[in-house]
């Protein structure tokens, strides 16, 4: 077998576990805020958003840091110091004795966090340009497939082990995974150590004065705004809908889950067809198509049409990230892939943390009908968006070329 496509299968592996153990514990995060003697229900619901945003907070600070350093010592190195590092901290998390500690060792979580997008790095900087598509798709169902069963999982550990057991098994799956990379994952592509290097900030200078790369970064923070802004409120919008039995919780996670499986089966298609066709051409087309099936959303009348609308809505929201990743692989200069992943992933955590402040706000205004024909708007605007910035770069492109003709 190819060693990029070994490369693949594993890290897909791996994702799967990473994603599968982080996704255990977050939904049990005020629960375990009671476990460590808070009782006063505004008080936990207070620590529990801080609990929750710190840890995209921190990783959305040091992810560029980590990129830019990827680029220098190397991508699976990136891997390696935040697999171990994220399985030492949540071990740690499991021994928290008051909501300071739980607070202060999220925070630290997403300092050392990043195994994700050092994956994605290694996988595009890695895999044939042709295949990139492809191999980001397959990598990105990985995750997903981990999130669909994470919490699931961790519901019934939770009955059976207890809260603080959770963390210790996160920390042990983590740490299996991160193994596994090290014993099975090579990096043939590796940084060139002749290549005169820059400081953090002439590097990160230098990225974002590439304007196709800030047209990206700007199109994956509204993206990830305008995805995760409903999510806090699904719950509250199954339970005015009429969950079928009164089970509110179970069908509040399947809509959920619907939009992840079909994430999960479109995203290799999609990655493969864009490698074909072109990544720009898959983003903007199912950029519009999410953005349509949010609409109708707005005036389901029962849980059914729900959960059929997130499913489409998946099969759109696999042809997103994957994209993104491949276009960001494309256009980011020689030897500095990892720091232009590293701002985009910080800005895909700038989107995570102000998507559901700003969702729960818009929503006590217009309610959640309302916030999804808003993120159905921000998503058309973002589709615009892209068009703009990188027709702007290919007539650049064909002004530099004509120019060259003519001085010749």
């Not at 980590?66 to 740690?92: N, P, Q």
């Not at 290799?268 to 983003?283: A, Y």
């Amino acid at each position: 077998m190819e060693t990029w496509k070994r490369n693949l299968y594993i890290l897909m592996v791996s994702q799967f576990l990473v994603m599968g153990a982080m996704s255990m514990i977050i939904p049990f995060l005020p629960l375990y805020l009671r476990e460590l003697g808070m009782t006063d229900p505004d008080k936990t619901q207070l620590w529990s958003g801080l609990i929750f945003g710190i840890n995209f907070l921190s990783a959305f600070l040091f992810a560029p840091v980590w990129g830019s350093l990827a680029d220098k010592v190397g991508r699976r190195i990136m891997v390696l110091r935040s697999g171990f590092g994220m399985a030492i901290v949540i071990f740690l998390t499991g021994l928290a004795a008051s909501p300071l500690q739980l607070l202060l060792l999220r925070l630290l979580n997403g300092t050392v966090s990043g195994f994700i997008p050092a994956s994605i790095s290694l996988t595009a900087t890695n895999t044939p340009k042709e295949k990139s598509g492809y191999a980001l798709g397959l990598l990105q169902s990985g995750g997903v497939a981990g999130s669909i069963m994470g919490p699931f999982i961790g519901g019934v550990l939770a009955e059976v082990v207890g809260f603080r057991s959770i963390f210790f098994l996160t920390s042990a799956v983590i740490f299996l995974a991160t193994v596994v990379v090290l014993v099975f994952v090579k990096e043939e592509v590796k940084p060139d150590p002749k290549v005169a290097r820059k400081g953090f900030f002439s590097e990160g200078s230098f990225i974002l004065h590439q304007k196709p790369l800030l047209f990206l970064f700007s199109v994956g923070f509204m993206l990830q705004f305008a995805m995760v802004a409903p999510m806090p409120q699904m719950s509250l919008f199954v339970s005015q809908l009429g969950a079928p039995g009164g089970y509110i919780a179970f069908f509040a996670g399947l809509v959920v889950a619907v939009t992840g499986l079909a994430n999960m089966l479109a995203s290799p298609f999609l990655g493969r067809f864009g490698d074909r066709h072109g990544s720009e051409r898959v983003l903007f087309y199912s950029m519009i198509g999410t953005a349509l099936l949010f609409i109708p959303q707005a005036w389901v009348g029962n849980v059914w049409q729900l959960l059929g609308l997130r499913f489409l809505l998946g099969l759109c929201v696999g042809g997103l990230l994957p994209s993104l990743h491949s276009l960001i692989r494309k256009h980011a200069p020689d030897g500095k892939e990892s720091t232009a992943y590293g701002y985009s992933t910080s800005a895909t955590f700038l989107g995570n943390m102000l998507g559901p402040i700003t969702g729960g706000f818009l929503t006590g205004i217009i309610g959640i009908r309302g916030l999804f024909l808003i993120t159905s708007m921000m998503l058309l605007i973002g589709a615009w968006w892209l068009k703009l910035g990188l027709n702007h770069r290919k007539k650049t492109s064909k002004q530099s070329v004509s120019r060259k003709v003519s001085s010749a």
